[in-house]
């Protein structure tokens, strides 16, 4: 499978991410999987004319275009010209190269938040007018357009979060590559779902003060962020938690509340990314799935039933309450 990886308006975290796995050896994944890589901005030793006579070859068909990954969002700026991001030597604005390449490769991939739904570059007032390939946010559309499909008759594959896991883009881009990633694999946003179908609430080791609602008051406290710190863990689609970051971490368990990067419209929340907006103290954003009459007759119980040792390891930065020593035999 051939693979051309571009960059558009982003900060490239996610090359970042990829190129800090705890894997180093990213390009024998690839070439183990069949996959080439034809050139990546930050990776490839080739620049200027040489990279122009590439795309320049794969749009006329002399050299197949098997995936085209983007990593950034598309800046259709000013008034749609496009001009706010031109390719480098060529006087053609990144977008209008992105529509044309799409419309020959075999597959189409967003790398990020930013590639898939305009993420962080489309925040604000959003002056260059940024978008994601195939959605505005939670909007269809995008750069290129909601009917656009690749040859494959996939729409664009979004690996959506920022930064992306590197398992993410490692195994979707394998999965192409084996032809083992069909419609039925994606989600309704077009995440593929092999992450995308959990939350990072699972696994998260602050399950048990979740479920007794015993809440974190300050960053270093160790209880559930739900309730006061602007964890949105319950609602984000990813497996974070369970796929942790180079083997042992995760956002959450490095003490910072998950803000739902894999989410269209994350870097807009309304509130500041460490709060939890609430109506009569009970928070906006509640659980997938969980209707609220349920949460508030759940919490309230929850409360009240609360153990010492968890009530106050909540709000302490170390366990201060050890659990109990009991025999474990049958009773």
Same mark, same amino acid.
């Given at each position: 499978?051939?693979?051309?990886?571009?960059?558009?308006?982003?900060?490239?975290?996610?090359?970042?991410?990829?190129?800090?796995?705890?894997?180093?050896?990213?390009?024998?994944?690839?070439?183990?999987?069949?996959?080439?890589?034809? &050139?990546?901005?930050?990776?490839?030793? %080739?620049?200027? #004319? $040489?990279?122009?006579?590439?795309? /320049?070859?794969?749009?006329? !068909? +002399?050299?197949?275009?098997?995936?085209?990954?983007?990593?950034?969002?598309?800046?259709?700026?000013?008034?749609?010209?496009?001009?706010?991001?031109?390719?480098?030597?060529?006087?053609?604005?990144?977008?209008?190269?992105?529509?044309?390449?799409?419309?020959?490769?075999?597959?189409?991939?967003?790398?990020?938040?930013?590639?898939?739904?305009?993420?962080?570059?489309?925040?604000?007032?959003?002056?260059?007018?940024?978008?994601?390939?195939?959605?505005?946010?939670?909007?269809?559309?995008?750069?290129?357009?909601?009917?656009?499909?690749?040859?494959?008759?996939?729409?664009?594959?979004?690996?959506?979060?920022?930064?992306?896991?590197?398992? &993410?883009?490692?195994?979707?881009?394998? %999965?192409?590559? #084996? $032809?083992?990633?069909?419609?039925? /694999?994606?989600?309704?946003? !077009? +995440?593929?779902?092999?992450?995308?179908?959990?939350?990072?609430?699972?696994?998260?080791?602050?399950?048990?003060?979740?479920?007794?609602?015993?809440?974190?008051?300050?960053?270093?406290?160790?209880?559930?962020?739900?309730?006061?710190?602007?964890?949105?863990?319950?609602?984000?689609?990813?497996?974070?938690?369970?796929?942790?970051?180079?083997?042992?971490?995760?956002?959450?368990?490095?003490?910072?509340?998950?803000?739902?990067?894999?989410?269209?419209?994350?870097?807009?929340?309304?509130?500041?990314?460490?709060?939890?907006?609430?109506?009569?103290?009970?928070?906006?954003?509640?659980?997938?799935?969980?209707?609220?009459?349920?949460?508030?007759?759940?919490?309230?119980?929850?409360?009240?039933?609360?153990?010492?040792?968890?009530?106050?390891?909540?709000?302490?930065?170390?366990?201060?309450?050890?659990?109990?020593?009991?025999?474990?035999?049958?009773?």
């Amino acid at each position: 499978m051939n693979l051309l990886w571009l960059q558009s308006g982003g900060c490239g975290g996610c090359s970042m991410s990829l190129l800090c796995a705890d894997t180093a050896d990213f390009a024998g994944q690839l070439e183990g999987a069949g996959i080439r890589l034809l &050139w990546h901005p930050s990776l490839s030793l %080739a620049s200027g #004319a $040489d990279v122009v006579a590439l795309l /320049d070859n794969l749009l006329a !068909g +002399r050299i197949a275009l098997d995936a085209l990954c983007v990593e950034g969002a598309l800046l259709r700026g000013p008034n749609g010209t496009g001009r706010f991001h031109v390719l480098a030597g060529t006087g053609v604005p990144m977008i209008d190269w992105v529509r044309r390449l799409a419309g020959v490769a075999r597959h189409v991939v967003a790398v990020g938040a930013c590639a898939a739904w305009g993420g962080v570059t489309a925040a604000g007032s959003n002056p260059t007018e940024a978008t994601g390939l195939q959605h505005d946010d939670d909007r269809p559309g995008g750069l290129l357009g909601p009917d656009f499909r690749s040859r494959s008759g996939l729409p664009v594959v979004n690996i959506a979060g920022c930064p992306t896991h590197p398992g &993410w883009v490692l195994e979707t881009l394998m %999965a192409l590559a #084996a $032809d083992l990633l069909g419609p039925a /694999d994606l989600d309704a946003l !077009g +995440r593929p779902r092999f992450y995308a179908d959990q939350l990072v609430h699972h696994g998260c080791t602050r399950n048990e003060f979740y479920e007794f609602k015993a809440s974190a008051e300050k960053p270093s406290d160790l209880g559930c962020m739900m309730e006061h710190m602007g964890c949105k863990g319950t609602q984000a689609h990813a497996d974070c938690n369970t796929r942790l970051w180079n083997g042992e971490g995760s956002c959450t368990r490095g003490g910072h509340a998950c803000i739902s990067c894999t989410e269209p419209g994350f870097q807009d929340p309304g509130h500041a990314f460490a709060e939890t907006p609430k109506i009569a103290g009970i928070p906006v954003g509640l659980p997938t799935d969980m209707p609220k009459a349920w949460f508030v007759a759940l919490a309230s119980l929850s409360k009240s039933a609360t153990p010492r040792r968890v009530r106050e390891n909540a709000t302490a930065d170390h366990r201060v309450v050890a659990p109990q020593i009991r025999k474990t035999g049958r009773r």
